[in-house]
């Protein structure tokens, strides 16, 4: 049964960061794609953030310059630091599997993370 369980998420002032992880088990981690969405109250939910198989990493221009996707193959984990957090940046944050794909675009996958809680105020 593949699990993904977030974790990281907080209370934050303006400019502060922090750092989300995402464990990922009883799947094989190192083949697939991984992505970080987010959503905020009445809004959809928004893909922030991917990583591929090979290390290749793209960005929501909302967050390029400030979040840094990254992953560890040995530890099944897939990490989001935050940098410079902002109001609007306050959200539920999921992490998914992603579908293997040939595209530079990332394609969501059955499986979510519980979510994490990020508030960014002061």
Not at 11 to 40: D, E, H, K, N
Not at 101 to 108: F, R
């Amino acid at each position: 049964q593949v699990q993904l369980v977030e974790s990281g998420g907080g209370l934050v002032q303006p400019g502060g960061s922090l750092r989300l992880s995402c464990a990922v088990s009883g799947s094989i981690f190192s083949i697939y794609p991984m992505g970080w969405y987010r959503q905020a109250p009445g809004k959809q939910r928004e893909l922030v953030a991917h990583i591929t198989s090979g290390g290749g990493t793209n960005y929501a221009d909302s967050v390029k310059g400030r979040f840094t996707i990254s992953r560890d193959n040995a530890k099944n984990t897939v990490h989001l630091q935050m940098n410079s957090l902002q109001p609007e940046d306050t959200a539920v944050y999921y992490c998914n599997r992603g579908f293997p794909t040939t595209s530079s675009g990332y394609v969501a996958g059955t499986y979510w993370g519980q979510g994490t809680q990020v508030t960014v105020s002061s």
